[in-house]
């Protein structure tokens, strides 16, 4: 198995732009989890899916912020506008389970880095 | 947010056993404790998890009080590629689940 897939590993844009992270989960898992990683705040969850449907998104910094699921091998995390607060690394998850008993896999991270 | 405490670092000698403790004094009866390490440069890697009994897996040993209200990681023999964040974390009802900051294990040659 690949593995859950990140895509772009690295990301540099200015601020305004609109920036696009997309995530491919493991074949058959049902459960999917944005996160986003910074030296100050540590690991926070950002949004969780579960069958595609968007189940908890209070992690969603503001409306900037956007997630998609439309199947279930694709997720995509968009910024708009981009500001240089959101520099961080965005990691995605995927689960076979639910997020309280599953094991998460989680990706190798996009690093975003706003100017 | 379910949050742990956990001590901010600590260092261990390579071949010794490592023990990393966790507090989790709200946790309810049914929450799953999880651990999780994260390498440099890479995203985090499940270790174990647990809800009552200790268990064991090919990477660690986890003990949970009799309590629950803490649970201790347990490396039998530490080596340089564990050197890493440990976190542990549970989820409660309709909450994140929350990484906190982890402990940084440093592994001394």
């Known amino acids: 198995d690949a593995g859950v897939i990140q895509s772009p590993r690295h990301e540099v844009t200015e601020m305004g732009q609109e920036v696009t992270l997309r995530c491919k989960p493991i074949s058959g898992h049902n459960s999917l989890f944005w996160y986003r990683q910074t030296m100050m705040r540590g690991l926070e969850l950002l949004i969780y899916?579960?069958?595609?449907?968007?189940?908890?998104d209070s992690g969603m910094p503001e409306d900037r912020f956007s997630a998609k699921m439309p199947n279930a091998s694709f997720s995509t995390l968009k910024i708009q506008p981009s500001e240089p607060r959101d520099s961080a690394v965005y990691f995605c998850?995927?689960?076979?389970?639910?997020?309280?008993?599953?094991?998460?896999?989680f990706g190798e991270g996009s690093r975003l880095t706003v100017l | 947010d379910a949050k742990t405490t956990q001590p901010n670092s600590m260092e261990s000698n390579e071949e010794e056993p490592v023990h990393l403790p966790c507090n989790h004094s709200t946790i309810s009866g049914t929450d799953y404790i999880h651990w999780y390490r994260q390498l440099p440069s890479q995203g985090p890697e499940y270790v174990i998890h647990?809800?009552?009994s200790n268990v064991n897996n090919r990477m660690a040993s986890l003990a949970i009080a009799e309590d629950r209200k803490s649970s201790t990681l347990i490396l039998h023999r530490a080596t340089l590629r564990d050197a890493a964040v440990y976190y542990c974390i549970y989820v409660t009802g309709a909450n994140n689940l929350f990484f906190g900051t982890g402990t940084r294990l440093t592994v001394i040659p």
């Open positions: 647990g809800l009552t």
């Open positions: 899916f579960n069958n595609n449907v968007p189940i908890d």
């Open positions: 998850a995927s689960s076979e389970r639910g997020r309280n008993t599953g094991e998460l896999f």
